[in-house]
């Protein structure tokens, strides 16, 4: 098999894996952490990759990057390459916009307060407490300790957080085990009169 045969496989199965890809490296993930001065798993993972490409030239783009096989396929189908220097100014216009509001967003929340708690970790917690039944976590606001607590099992598929307030009975009755601090209890007694 040639190197040819090889990148395009390595990038079909990049493209097929997409949804999967941009559920991790989310920028909406990354700009709500910067919200909050977290510096989370999407952002590192989003660094790692820039450095990489920095250091690596095309390799990710030409190898390993999902977009990357859809360009592919765009220049089998086009026969030729696009040229359109206004493209590629848009694009780097727009990704020194992100970063700048990235910039911005954790001097506002006064820097980089934390680095999201780890998935791994969260799920290790919360197999101890309820196995691998389906949990609800009911926060009682999405502030300090909490909302790291919500961002870190976001990537999770059988956990959902959910704000005390927003409780209602399709929730409680979809999962399995509920898990609460006693502020959460406090929130829904005040709630519910």
């Known amino acids: 098999m040639n190197l040819q045969k090889i990148r395009r496989l390595i990038l079909l199965i990049s493209l097929l894996l997409l ?11 990354i700009i709500e952490g ?7 798993g999407s952002a590192i993972i989003f660094t790692c990759i820039f450095l990489f490409s920095l ?11 999902p977009f990357g096989s859809l360009q592919d396929l765009a220049w089998n189908i086009q026969g030729k ?3 359109n220097p206004w493209i590629d100014r848009f694009r780097y216009g727009l990704f020194v916009l992100w970063i700048l509001m990235l910039i ?13 708690p780890k998935t791994k970790t ?7 407490l309820a196995g691998d039944q389906s949990k609800l976590i009911l926060l009682p606001h999405k502030e300090g300790e909490y909302q790291r607590i919500a961002m870190a099992v976001n990537n999770m598929t059988s956990v959902k957080p959910l704000l005390a307030t927003y409780l209602n009975i ?16 406090d929130v829904i007694t005040s709630h519910l009169g």
């Open 34 to 40: 910067a919200a909050y001065g977290i510096f989370t």
């Open 19 to 29: 949804p999967v890809t941009l559920f991790y490296l989310s920028p909406v993930l």
């Open 104 to 116: 911005a967003l954790f001097i506002r929340a006064g820097g980089i307060t934390s680095i999201e």
């Open 122 to 128: 969260m799920n290790e917690v919360l197999s101890r």
């Open 81 to 83: 390459r696009v040229i």
């Open 55 to 65: 250091i690596g030239g095309r390799l990710w783009c030409g190898w390993v990057c």
């Open 170 to 185: 399709r929730d409680l009755l979809t999962y399995d085990k509920i898990i609460m601090p006693l502020e959460s209890v």
